[in-house]
């Protein structure tokens, strides 16, 4: 290519990535516009002026396009999203719906003008700088003077030359009460807030830094054992889009659920029908796992300062906007101050001029000169009180009084009109002098103004991601080749061995006493004759393996116990030290840990007893590249099975992560202690409803827990709950002798404003109930779980806290 070329390309691409950058994608950190934005807005400041009416969007597009020379397309879907966040346009007509997806109806049909919040906030033209429009016909602002933070309010996206934004939106309130603190020094925490609700998770935020990330939820609730609710639906998504993800979930087996409906009117109201003998908990996290129930949103705030894109967490945003804000208010109170003292100056002259009668020395004058002269010497001896010297233009002011308004001066008047003015000046003095608490008192004003009905729609919690393993159902059969070693869910001639989903892990082991773990595929070779295939948890770590295997061949025997642990995936693991001609003899999977005892038959050689009694209770477990215990160093013929046996792990402890919401023997979260083969585990959720588990190796209990322990039948519990149907508060002492096993119930009126405040265990329940101590033990005799309880005489429960057992002996 020819230098010549070179060079233009050069320079014309830094050229379009500069113009991208700084005049289509990324916002401007001191109004938190982009250009297309930003002309919008000066363009209904500009036809307010005239006619404060509802103006048609096609209007509004073509009379933006006198300042964005990008087509009406742009301008259109800027201004309706601008629109549908409610903040700065006041709309009229169907502007689309964020929540169903809905598009806005045609420019022509729909209006839109500026909202009360948006002309007290964003303008100002004489704290606004100025430039010339695309041809050269008008002016257009740099940036609008924006006395807020509205660029974490409304949030932003764009896509750059190399460059890209994603800042999430923020609560009006919470942004408020947040540049209160940052001007007043104090420390404050932000997180996204989104118009479509949800749950959030904000713990990897990052500040809205590169490398943050959100997780988001819809809100889904159970109806009954049979509905589902989804009331909230995550940030970026619609109804209909949600109800598409969960549909082809459906299609392609990963979730089972009979159909989902779309009731949504002024509120989202997805309603998901679930098929017969389903587990709610289990189906909401399968949504959650499948589905695009749960998203992960990545944050990326780039804005741009001073001319050029920089990389700024949220909370640094909201310092520097707040600073500006702060400049712009004393900006605007320098004005005004210059104004009043302009105006006193001119209303002091005034006074003079007609009080002193100094307006009839124009009668004797010739000329205009010699009008300005008498007038300038005749005020002289007055103006020792004025504020600034007397100029020409004052003088040409004075002259142009009216008569008829020389006549009608009332000194009264003008004096406490003077008065009023000196008060506003010396207001506006004290502002200057305490800046830091004007502006802190301009933040209360919109938060008290504006600030009802903005409050926070995305509830912040913190969760776990769900394991697909747990929620995953089993939809596809696995089939193996014995003999060739081949394992997969397309072999459908061969053995049958199992269900699996896509997301298991399996281990097989080999004759020549190889093994090795694999994803779940149509077809996959791992070694000819094949003694076992099975599902594979690295978690498990009471799933132990007995093994006897002779090393080489005719070689000496070794038993062994292990448990797999961690691995990796499609290497080939040994269990010995690989010498060839090994094979395995015994083999079994205990998930409990059993030891069984076996008899070992020697191959005919003189002098040696063929007959070794083995008990596996006797081998101690270790890790899987153990070489194991010499059993015998001579050639064995087969091992038989000569006694079943019983665990020797003991109880398995179990876990609950409340993150996940999964009980497991993973060593991850609350321990619950050790649960033995016939135990079973209480669950209580926050909403009231209880369901009882046999203890297994994993529980998907769910979110929200208030309560979870061993089960106990004979043990009293006690609730202090409020009752929808009586609307009173009422407190019951029970037993779950008569529980259902293994479905959920509730331990609460059928009533869908019945809520459960505590939940005890404890066999003397104390409870502070706003502030006063309540002992509930003396408050009723124990009854079954469907009693209503005793009520008690309260009126509204402010605030009420368990007393800690310790607190209570």
């Known amino acids: 290519m020819p230098d010549h070329l070179e060079n233009l390309y050069e320079n014309w691409f830094l050229d379009y990535a500069s113009y991208v950058i700084l005049d289509r994608a990324v916002p401007y950190y001191e109004d938190g516009l982009k250009p297309v934005q930003r002309r919008i807005l000066h363009t209904l400041y500009e036809m307010n002026k005239s006619d404060e ?26 201004l309706v999203n601008m629109g549908q966040k409610k903040l700065l346009i006041e709309t009229q007509g169907n502007w689309g719906n964020l929540i169903t997806g809905d598009s806005a109806a045609a420019p022509r049909y729909i209006e839109g003008r500026l909202s009360t919040f948006a002309l007290e ?93 959100v997780k988001v939820r819809a809100l889904i609730e159970k109806q009954d054992s049979k509905t589902l609710m989804i009331k909230e639906i995550p940030f970026g998504t619609t109804t209909l889009s949600l109800m598409d993800s969960i549909t082809k979930a459906n299609d392609k087996g990963k979730i089972k659920i009979k ?87 001119l209303i002091s002259l005034e006074r003079i001029f007609i009080e002193k009668e100094v307006y009839k020395v124009i009668e004797k004058a010739k000329s205009r000169e010699e009008i300005i002269s008498f007038v300038d010497a005749g005020l002289k001896p007055h103006t020792k009180k004025l504020r600034r010297k007397v100029e020409t233009e004052d003088i040409l002011k004075l002259i142009e009084i009216p008569i008829r308004r020389i006549s009608l001066f009332d000194q009264k008047k003008a004096a406490e009109l003077l008065k009023e003015i000196d008060e506003q000046i010396k207001e506006t003095a004290y502002n200057l002098d305490n800046l830091t608490d ?97 599902k594979f948890n690295k978690d498990d770590t009471r799933k132990i393996y007995n093994v006897i295997y002779q090393e080489g061949k005719d070689g000496p025997a070794y038993i062994k116990r292990f448990n797999v642990g961690g691995i990796t995936r499609e290497k080939v693991y040994t269990m010995g030290r690989d010498v060839p001609g090994s094979k395995i003899l015994w083999l079994t999977s205990n998930p409990n840990g059993e030891a069984e005892s076996v008899t070992i038959f020697l191959k005919p050689r003189p002098r040696t007893k063929l007959e070794i009694p083995m008990s596996f209770s006797e081998t ?24 079943k046996g019983a665990s020797t792990l003991g109880d398995m402890e179990l ?49 929200h827990i208030a309560y979870i322990a061993r089960y106990e039948s004979s043990k009293v519990y006690t609730v202090l709950y409020f009752d929808g149907l009586s609307s009173q508060y009422c ?50 005799e124990t009854r079954g779980y469907k009693a209503l309880g005793n009520k008690l005489d309260l009126k509204r429960v402010k605030k009420a806290v368990k007393v800690p057992a310790l607190v209570m002996g």
């Open 53 to 78: 009416r509802m103006h048609k969007v096609a209007n509004i597009v073509g009379r933006a396009m006198q300042f964005h020379p990008h087509g009406d397309a742009s301008i259109g879907d800027a």
């Open 121 to 213: 906030v964003l303008f100002n033209p004489e704290t606004t700088e100025w430039v010339p429009n695309y041809d050269g016909r008008s002016k257009e602002p740099v940036c609008l003077p924006v006395k807020f933070p509205l660029l974490l309010a409304q949030g932003a996206e764009g896509i750059a030359v190399a460059l890209s934004t994603t800042i999430l939106p923020h609560n009006f309130c919470e942004l408020c009460e947040a540049s209160i603190a940052a001007l007043k020094g104090k420390k404050f925490e932000l997180y996204p807030d989104f118009s479509t609700g949800g749950i959030i998770d904000a713990s990897n935020y990052n500040d809205g830094l590169r490398g943050g990330r």
């Open 259 to 345: 159909k989902v409906d779309d009731h949504t009117s002024k509120a989202v109201e997805l309603v998901v029908h679930l098929q017969p003998g389903s587990d709610p908990q289990t189906v909401i996290d399968a949504l959650y796992a499948f589905t695009d129930c749960e998203k992960s949103i990545a944050t990326n705030n780039c804005v741009i300062v001073n001319g050029k894109p920089e990389f700024i967490g949220s909370t640094e945003i909201l310092k520097r906007s707040a600073e500006h804000t702060k400049s712009l208010l004393e900006w605007e109170l320098t004005n005004k101050m210059n104004h009043l003292q302009e105006r006193w100056h």
């Open 438 to 534: 004007y502006a802190v008192n301009w933040f209360k004003g919109l938060l008290k103004k504006y600030g009802t009905g903005r409050e926070r729609k995305s509830e912040i919690g913190e969760f776990g991601k769900v394991s697909a393993v747990h929620v995953a159902l089993s939809n596809q059969k696995l089939y193996f080749q014995r003999k060739e070693g081949f394992v997969g869910t397309s072999l459908k001639k061969e053995e049958y061995l199992f269900d699996v989903s896509e997301y298991d892990d399996l281990i097989a082991f080999c004759q020549d006493g190889t093994f090795k773990v694999f994803k779940v595929s149509d077809k996959a070779f791992i070694g000819k004759d094949i003694l076992l295939v099975e």
């Open 620 to 643: 101690l477990v270790k890790g899987r590249d153990a070489i194991g215990n010499l059993v015998t160093k001579y050639a064995v013929k087969n091992v038989k099975m000569l006694k």
């Open 655 to 703: 876990y609950f992560d409340s993150l996940s919401g999964v009980v497991s023997i993973a060593n991850k979260g609350e321990s619950l202690g050790e649960f033995g083969k016939f135990d079973k585990l209480l669950a209580v959720k926050e909403n009231g409803l209880a369901k009882i588990y046999d203890a297994n190796e994993t529980i998907l209990v769910g979110q």
């Open 731 to 780: 407190v019951k002492r029970f037993n779950l002798e008569n529980a259902p096993q293994t479905v959920e119930f509730s331990l609460l009126t059928d009533s869908p404003d019945s809520s459960m405040l505590l939940f005890f265990d404890e066999k003397t329940p104390i409870a502070y109930i706003d502030g006063k101590e309540h002992n509930l033990l003396k408050l009723g």
